[in-house]
């Protein structure tokens, strides 16, 4: 029998793929996140509620692949990686990061269950979380540039 190996991009731990991975959970969080800010005024709770639980599912799922993947497989990296100077900011901004993590984590467990008696805090929770994402997605764009260097500098030499 001859088999053929593919690369899996889904469960590849290298640090190109493991960025497209948090990209595209990213991507998938705010399409949602946008999703559920055009909803507003919240006139009714069953679409809201629906929706809400899918964003926050996608929220968890994306602030879990920064640090528990990409800054993980940049520690991992050998002292003489390309990867070094992504490593040093992930480093550097990393405090700054967990605290939006923080942030989002809050927002996930105060909308937990039922909403009937904070749907009218959701509008202000909701601005509040896209200031705390807008400032993750900066720091983070910083660490993902870093590592797209590495990579090309590595593919160079």
């Known amino acids: 029998m001859n088999a053929v190996l593919t690369a899996?991009?889904?469960?590849?731990?290298t640090l190109p793929d493991l960025v497209t991975?948090?990209?595209a959970a990213r991507q998938n969080s705010l399409v949602l996140f946008h999703k559920l800010v055009a909803l507003k005024p919240f006139p009714r709770i069953d679409?809201?509620?629906h929706?809400?639980?899918r964003f926050r599912q996608a929220l968890v799922d994306y602030l879990a692949l920064g640090p528990f993947e990409v800054y993980e497989a940049l520690e991992e990296q050998p002292v003489d990686s390309p990867y070094r100077p992504a490593?040093?900011?992930a480093r550097q901004l990393y405090a700054r990061i967990a605290r939006t993590t923080q942030a989002a984590l809050d927002f996930h467990d105060?909308?937990?269950g039922d909403l009937s008696g904070?749907?009218?805090?959701?509008?202000e929770e909701l601005?509040?979380?896209g200031e705390q994402l807008a400032a993750r997605i900066a720091l983070e764009d910083r660490i993902v540039a870093a590592i797209r260097n590495g990579g090309s500098s590595r593919a160079a030499a």
């Open 110 to 112: 105060r909308f937990d």
């Open 118 to 123: 904070s749907l009218a805090e959701l509008d």
């Open 51 to 53: 929706l809400l639980r």
């Open 8 to 13: 899996d991009p889904v469960h590849s731990k």
């Open 47 to 49: 679409p809201v509620q």
């Open 127 to 129: 601005s509040r979380l």
């Open 21 to 23: 991975k948090l990209l």
């Open 87 to 89: 490593r040093e900011l």
